[in-house]
């Protein structure tokens, strides 16, 4: 490599080490040190044993197959189903977003925006408002002439509230993806008699297939640890990781035993979404015959 390269490369790495640096504080550090305590010994009379290591967490959590099992998989499949409406329901709204004109693009971009503005103890408290025995929802249900019904506290409320706070990182990398499209594809496929239904599934989909793998991967990741609106419209009794991670921390002072929920549900969110990646990614490339 000859010097100006090397030169090059030199000053690469010195103008990204701030950066690189900042990684390691603030995610390397925090992780290793939350991996470290997951095998600390922990002790409800003494606390946590300096000095003595154990997998015996880590073994608690794989063979209570009833209280651990349960609460992962109602958080995963809650994620899941999450994620699937956000699909359903924000490829159309980025398609309908994409094709407005001036100025209502804007406007309603911003519209999409503005539930980001607004903190998620904010919104969980409006849904709880609305949802509660004497909600809006109730009432409406009442005076139509019929009985209220349970939806606080329920997993229906934790949908509801998830699939409106990540609704907008579903829409805007679908509509980024949109916007890279050449609209004269699809005029050329209308008119060789194509249909509406067959432009989007054999043009559009295939295209934006990355803006869609990256809202399901942003969608799924952030429902699954999400904790303020399973804390505030779950309740205590319908638990999900996030909550269980706060309650080993907080409420049974077993550190320990939280860490060890944080990196068992790091390590299977990262296998799914990888999992999940590779399988969109092989589908992508087959549809564009790449």
């Not at 154990?54 to 009833?66: C, F, N, P, R």
């Not at 594809?185 to 509406?196: F, I, K, V």
């Not at 309740?235 to 999900?240: E, P």
Request: glycine fraction near 8%.
């Amino acid at each position: 490599m000859s010097a100006a390269k090397l030169r090059s490369s030199a000053w690469g790495y010195g103008l990204s080490s701030p950066a690189l640096l900042l990684f390691l504080a603030l995610l390397v550090v925090p992780l290793g040190l939350t991996v470290l305590l997951s095998f600390n010994a922990f002790d409800y009379s003494s606390g946590i044993q300096a000095g003595q290591y154990t997998l015996g967490h880590y073994l608690s959590l794989v063979t209570d197959t009833y209280y651990y099992y349960e609460i992962f998989f109602r958080t995963f499949w809650i994620s899941a189903l999450v994620t699937l409406l956000c699909v359903l329901i924000g490829i159309p709204e980025a398609l309908v977003l994409s094709r407005m004109g001036a100025p209502w693009r804007s406007i309603f971009l911003i519209l999409v925006l503005t539930p980001l503005l607004i903190s998620v103890v904010v919104r969980a408290f409006g849904w709880s408002l609305l949802l509660g025995a004497d909600g809006l929802v109730n009432q409406g249900i009442t005076a139509l002439g019929g009985q209220p019904v349970k939806l606080l506290y329920t997993p229906f409320a934790v949908i509801i509230g998830l699939v409106h706070v990540m609704l907008p990182f579903m829409i805007i990398p679908v509509w980024t993806s949109l916007q890279k499209l050449d609209p004269t594809a699809e005029q050329a496929a209308l008119s060789l008699g194509a249909s509406q239904w067959t432009v989007f599934r054999r043009i559009v989909l295939p295209q934006i297939m990355p803006g869609v793998l990256s809202g399901t991967l942003i969608v799924f990741g952030l429902a699954a640890s999400s904790f303020a609106i399973p804390g505030l419209l779950g309740g205590r009794r319908l638990k999900m990781v996030a909550t269980m991670i706060y309650d080993q921390y907080l409420a049974e002072l077993n550190w320990p035993m939280g860490a060890t929920i944080a990196v068992a549900l790091l390590l299977i969110n990262l296998l799914v979404m990888l999992s999940w990646n590779r399988l969109v990614e092989h589908r992508y490339k087959r549809a564009l015959g790449v």
